[in-house]
């Protein structure tokens, strides 16, 4: 049931996208996502003052007409207490969020993502890692995981870390101890979409975005995982 997404890595997110929601939409709603993205990063990295950037991230969007259901969202610091690794929190939170009836066939998207046949799609190969800051000498990286229901609202995950350990360039896979990640959060929101809003900037946001898409931008091929 993994064919019932199309799959994008976009920017540093990994975004789900119901296919019953037409091209014309799916294309604005990833160029509102990227939009915010690069205007949230400003030359920068994501990692680095993950507060600061979240709130800009959600700035641009409410005002591309992607707004944020503030009764359903929330940033939480995270303490591990057993050794962890990134993706397996962000779909696991991915999953609390989906409604029930779609969570099977979510889940088994999520699996194919990270299956050997789409490795070299991952997410995580575009991380964005920090400098050390100051006397923390702290490696920073933050990803984001969503999924576009088919009434066109967006549930969003993302997972800020700060690790003394050096970062892989694959890190959302990697395996944290959580005595080396003292600076730990994660997001959880739903999106709702201004149609109207959307409909208006869409083209103008596709032609300034253009040139930036073959960076920033393609498209995941995704098979359902062999049990065999």
Known sequence: MSNNYSVWRNGNSLVLVDKTI????????LNIQLAAYLAAC?????????????????RVQSGFGCTLATLRSQTTPMVPVAAF???????????????????????????????SETCDNRIGGR???????????????HAEVRLVLPDYS???????LGSRAPLDTDWLWQSFDPP?????????GQY????RRMNLIGPGLAKKLQAKLALHRSEVSVQEPNHD
């Not at 037409?22 to 709603?29: G, H, K, P």
């Not at 920090?130 to 990286?141: I, K, M, S, V, W």
């Not at 080396?180 to 959880?188: E, I, L, N, R």
């Not at 709702?192 to 149609?195: A, G, K, N, W």
């Open 22 to 29: 037409s091209e014309s939409c799916r294309l604005d709603m």
């Open 42 to 58: 400003n030359g920068g990295v994501s990692g680095v003052d993950g507060d600061s950037w979240l709130k800009e991230y959600i």
């Open 85 to 115: 690794r990134p993706w397996t929190m962000l779909c696991d939170s991915l999953l609390q969020a989906t409604p029930h009836h779609l969570r099977e066939a979510v889940a088994q998207c999520l699996e194919a993502c990270a299956s």
């Open 127 to 141: 991380c964005d890692l920090g400098e050390p800051l100051g006397d923390t000498c702290l490696n920073h990286a």
């Open 154 to 160: 967006i549930i969003s995950t993302q997972l800020n």
């Open 180 to 188: 080396a990640v003292p600076a730990c959060w994660q997001f959880q």
């Open 192 to 195: 709702l979409i201004d149609s």
